[in-house]
Structures are given as structure tokens and as C-alpha cells.
């Protein structure tokens, strides 16, 4: 069974900074995309980040040059360092991995969130 384990979310103040990390566990081949989506109250689930084995990055343009995407494969891990906190950042931030099992097969998965609140 694959699990994904957030964490790192916090309560900080606007223009504070804030890492989240995403651990992969369980038995499996390979991750190819791992991604940071958020949600906020009342709003539809939006991609912040995605990181493509290691070399491609995509941003939303609402974090560009504050937000930073890395990954660990070794660790199985992904990042996201998040600068310049603003209180519209305020959100549940989900990790996302599309994770290969041991026949080549691959499945979209999902953490469980980690909260992020910026107060003003």
C-alpha cells in the first residue's frame, strides 16, 4: 500500500517562510510527477507546484519567484519551500505522486493535507 505523509504546515506570518515535505512509503517501482496542490475555504482544489523526475518544474503563477519545488528520489520525498507567505496562501496543501508499482502500472495518489494559515 502507498502512502503519502505530509507535513510542515504551520500558522506564520505574512512574509514568513514555511517548508512542507511529502514522504512516499510503501512497495513500489518508481515516481514520475510529484506535485503541490492547495485548496482554500469555498475555492476548487488548484495546482501550486509540479516536479518531473528531478529536472522539470511548473509553477502557478500566483507563487512564482516565492515558491521553490524540489525533490529527494532517494528519500522519496518532495519539497516546497514557500517564501514571502501572503494570507491568500492560506490553505490545505495537498501532495500528489503518480507512483508506478512493481508491474509498471501507475496510480495517482494523494496526502491527506497539512494546513497552512498566513495571518496578516
Known amino acids: 500500500q502507498v502512502q503519502l505523509v505530509e507535513s510542515g504546515g504551520d500558522l506564520v506570518q505574512a512574509g514568513g517562510s514555511l517548508r512542507l515535505s511529502c514522504a512516499a512509503s510503501?512497495?513500489?517501482?518508481?515516481?514520475?510527477?510529484m506535485a503541490w496542490y492547495r485548496q482554500a475555504p469555498g475555492k476548487q482544489r488548484e495546482l501550486v507546484a509540479s516536479?518531473?523526475?528531478?529536472?522539470?518544474?511548473n509553477y502557478a503563477d500566483s507563487v512564482k519567484g516565492r515558491f521553490t519545488i524540489s525533490r529527494d528520489n532517494a528519500k522519496n520525498t518532495v519539497y516546497l519551500r514557500m517564501n514571502s507567505l501572503k494570507p491568500e496562501d492560506t490553505a490545505v496543501y495537498y501532495c500528489?505522486?503518480?507512483?508506478?508499482?512493481?508491474?509498471?502500472?501507475?496510480?495517482?495518489?494523494w496526502g491527506q493535507g497539512t494546513q497552512v494559515t498566513v495571518s496578516s
Open positions: 500528489n505522486a503518480y507512483i508506478y508499482n512493481d508491474r509498471r502500472y501507475g496510480s495517482n495518489y
Open positions: 510503501g512497495t513500489f517501482s518508481s515516481i514520475n510527477t
Open positions: 516536479i518531473i523526475s528531478g529536472v522539470s518544474t
